[in-house]
């Protein structure tokens, strides 16, 4: 695998944290009960800010989660908290650190829930029975399912984890919150909706990837003593603010050809705006030279809506769609581009979809395919492969499915694993856009963005993203750090434009384009949404 980039903060998964602990205990000698210790003491603090006084209930399971789980009882009740603690197995099951802790543990023993799952008959009976052990009035810690689960909950587990959301009590989760998978953010069937998370020595991709991430509320990582130097490449990484160091300045004796020629390549009959939007958008992230080819019969309302400073380029069409033989008028101004952003607005026309096809084969310099030009491509990623220069797909959950020949939902069940397949099968970069963004290239590595920005939920901020990323790619960028930095910029922008509107709800489009500059001289400001990165 190869190395991250700096620019990117690890996310190990399950495995690499499993031999992380491994390496830890066995390679440097730190004792494993310590850990366990260290990490049910930095959870014990954070339940007495999340929740200062009052009855604690602690759910354990059977591995190490419940050990921790364990712990955090003992120190809350020593601290005189009112605690019961409640074991979804029979605690005499519990075996290695977790049975060392049950055994430390002062006062009343853990209530057991064990045996067989319950009926249909007895699901009254049984909910009954749960909620009476989560008070509304108190705080459930979820220590039950740790980050090596996989699956889908069952039986008694699953019971616990509906009672635990239906008990409306604020809920601090132990690592990750039980029935997340920590390495994909998968949810089979249920899961914990926590209001806190704590999770030790690293954050796992799942806390950040959706739906595992809808489930995590605040995010806090603590340091439990795990040395330095831990073995591992691990593969997905979150998006730091520190891959603007990686963009271009312009100095004295730049120009603007040096600064970076964008061709942005689309529009159809009432589709204008989305390559009006590109363009803007690539002239704020520094492209130094913008022309839009569009239809012919277009020139006129983009010259006046695009920018005075965007060139025009009208093109042979049909019926106001570009057709296949605007191809070559294309392929001659990008002899003289840097990069060319194609599918903002281009339409469904089958010849318009053909144009798409051809242009990206032939085309021999970066290209960002978004919109219709993506839709072009339906079912047919393995024609992107022989392209030579880099390949940038900018898909919504939606879009990958077309491309993968799936549901829009079955993508965003398993978000990871589905950009992942459309980047191996395309040899492309692709972004699949959401809250977390997702960025995987061919070789398996994943950037993720910290998201926190709604004011993206509106028309146009996707054409937005393509022409920032067009630009990016003009200016000299590799194909993964272009769209990782363009990315980045975009989410912040959004940050920024609601803070000048007033509002997340306020927020347009061209505002986003607007807020370009003052979001690359954020840089350094983590965003978060009340989440420790």
Same mark, same amino acid.
């Given at each position: 695998? =190869?190395?991250?980039?700096?620019?990117?903060?690890?996310?190990?998964?399950?495995?690499?944290?499993?031999?992380?602990?491994?390496?830890?205990?066995?390679?440097?000698?730190?004792?494993?009960?310590?850990?366990?210790?260290?990490?049910?003491?930095?959870?014990?603090?954070?339940?007495?800010?999340?929740?200062?006084?009052?009855?604690?209930?602690?759910?354990?399971?059977?591995?190490? !989660?419940?050990? +921790?789980?364990?712990?955090?009882?003992?120190?809350?009740?020593?601290?005189?908290?009112?605690?019961?603690?409640?074991?979804?197995?029979?605690?005499?099951?519990?075996? @290695?650190?977790?049975?060392?802790?049950?055994?430390?543990?002062?006062?009343?023993?853990?209530?057991?829930?064990?045996?067989?799952?319950?009926?249909?008959?007895?699901?009254?009976? *049984?909910?009954?029975?749960?909620?009476?052990?989560?008070?509304?009035?108190?705080?459930?810690?979820?220590?039950?399912?740790?980050?090596?689960?996989?699956?889908?909950?069952?039986?008694?587990?699953?019971?616990?984890? +509906?009672?635990? !959301?239906?008990?409306?009590?604020?809920?601090?989760?132990?690592?990750?919150?039980?029935?997340?998978?920590?390495?994909?953010?998968?949810?089979?069937?249920?899961?914990?909706? *926590?209001?806190?998370?704590? =999770?030790?020595?690293?954050?796992?991709?799942?806390?950040?990837?959706?739906?595992?991430?809808?489930?995590?509320?605040?995010?806090?990582?603590?340091?439990?003593?795990?040395?330095?130097?831990?073995?591992?490449?691990?593969?997905?990484?979150?998006?730091?603010?520190?891959?603007?160091?990686?963009?271009?300045?312009?100095?004295?004796?730049? =120009?603007?050809?040096?600064?970076?020629?964008?061709?942005?390549?689309?529009?159809?009959?009432?589709?204008?705006?989305?390559?009006?939007?590109?363009?803007?958008?690539?002239?704020?992230?520094?492209?130094?030279?913008?022309?839009?080819?569009?239809?012919?019969?277009?020139?006129?309302?983009?010259?006046?809506?695009?920018?005075?400073?965007?060139?025009?380029?009208?093109?042979?069409?049909?019926? @106001?769609?570009?057709?296949?033989?605007?191809?070559?008028?294309?392929?001659?101004?990008?002899?003289?581009?840097?990069?060319?952003?194609?599918?903002?607005?281009? @339409?469904?026309?089958?010849?318009?979809?053909?144009?798409?096809?051809?242009?990206?084969?032939? *085309?021999?310099?970066?290209?960002?395919?978004?919109?219709?030009?993506?839709?072009?491509?339906?079912?047919?990623?393995?024609?992107?492969?022989?392209?030579?220069?880099?390949?940038?797909?900018?898909?919504?959950?939606?879009?990958?499915?077309?491309?993968?020949?799936?549901?829009?939902?079955?993508?965003?069940?398993?978000?990871?694993?589905?950009?992942?397949?459309?980047?191996?099968?395309?040899?492309?970069?692709?972004?699949?856009?959401?809250?977390?963004?997702?960025?995987?290239?061919?070789? @398996?590595?994943?950037?993720?963005?910290?998201?926190?920005?709604?004011?993206?939920?509106?028309?146009?901020?996707?054409?937005?993203?393509?022409?920032?990323?067009?630009?990016?790619?003009?200016?000299?960028?590799?194909?993964?750090?272009?769209?990782?930095?363009?990315?980045?910029?975009?989410?912040?922008?959004?940050?920024?434009? *609601?803070?000048?509107?007033?509002? !997340?709800?306020?927020?347009?489009?061209?505002?986003?384009?607007?807020?370009?500059?003052?979001?690359?001289?954020?840089?350094?400001?983590?965003?978060?949404?009340?989440?420790?990165?």
């Amino acid at each position: 695998m =190869t190395p991250l980039p700096d620019w990117l903060l690890p996310l190990p998964d399950a495995e690499m944290m499993r031999a992380v602990d491994r390496w830890a205990i066995e390679e440097r000698g730190v004792d494993g009960l310590e850990l366990m210790e260290r990490a049910g003491a930095g959870v014990a603090r954070a339940v007495e800010r999340l929740a200062p006084d009052g009855p604690v209930t602690v759910l354990c399971g059977k591995g190490n !989660n419940g050990g +921790d789980g364990l712990v955090v009882a003992r120190l809350l009740r020593d601290a005189g908290r009112p605690l019961t603690v409640v074991c979804v197995t029979p605690p005499q099951e519990l075996s @290695g650190d977790a049975r060392v802790n049950l055994e430390r543990l002062p006062g009343q023993r853990p209530v057991a829930l064990s045996g067989a799952p319950w009926s249909a008959a007895q699901e009254g009976q *049984a909910e009954e029975r749960h909620d009476e052990l989560f008070p509304s009035d108190g705080v459930v810690v979820d220590a039950l399912l740790g980050t090596g689960f996989q699956g889908e909950p069952h039986g008694e587990v699953a019971q616990a984890i +509906d009672a635990i !959301n239906r008990a409306g009590a604020p809920v601090l989760s132990v690592d990750v919150p039980s029935g997340v998978d920590a390495s994909s953010g998968i949810i089979a069937g249920r899961a914990v909706s *926590a209001s806190l998370t704590v =999770t030790f020595h690293a954050c796992k991709p799942g806390l950040w990837i959706h739906p595992g991430k809808a489930h995590v509320g605040e995010l806090q990582r603590i340091d439990i003593g795990i040395p330095r130097g831990a073995p591992g490449i691990p593969s997905i990484g979150l998006i730091a603010s520190s891959v603007l160091e990686c963009l271009p300045r312009r100095g004295a004796s730049s =120009t603007k050809f040096r600064s970076g020629h964008v061709l942005v390549v689309g529009a159809s009959q009432g589709l204008t705006g989305a390559v009006a939007m590109s363009a803007r958008a690539s002239m704020r992230a520094g492209a130094g030279y913008v022309t839009a080819c569009v239809p012919a019969s277009l020139e006129a309302i983009l010259a006046v809506t695009a920018a005075p400073e965007v060139m025009v380029r009208g093109l042979p069409e049909e019926d @106001g769609s570009l057709t296949a033989e605007s191809l070559a008028s294309v392929l001659e101004a990008s002899e003289h581009a840097g990069a060319l952003a194609l599918g903002p607005g281009l @339409g469904r026309s089958d010849g318009a979809r053909r144009f798409a096809r051809m242009l990206a084969q032939a *085309a021999s310099v970066p290209i960002v395919l978004d919109a219709d030009g993506l839709n072009a491509h339906a079912g047919r990623l393995a024609e992107l492969v022989g392209r030579a220069p880099a390949t940038v797909l900018t898909p919504h959950a939606g879009e990958l499915g077309r491309l993968l020949g799936i549901d829009s939902q079955a993508v965003e069940a398993d978000r990871l694993r589905c950009v992942r397949a459309a980047s191996e099968q395309s040899a492309a970069v692709v972004v699949l856009k959401g809250d977390d963004t997702l960025i995987a290239t061919p070789d @398996g590595r994943v950037a993720v963005s910290a998201g926190a920005s709604p004011a993206l939920a509106t028309a146009g901020t996707g054409d937005v993203l393509t022409g920032v990323i067009a630009a990016l790619l003009a200016q000299g960028l590799d194909a993964f750090t272009a769209a990782a930095a363009g990315v980045w910029l975009h989410a912040q922008a959004g940050r920024e434009a *609601a803070a000048a509107v007033g509002a !997340n709800e306020a927020v347009i489009a061209s505002d986003v384009i607007a807020a370009l500059g003052p979001a690359r001289a954020a840089a350094g400001r983590e965003p978060g949404g009340g989440r420790d990165v």
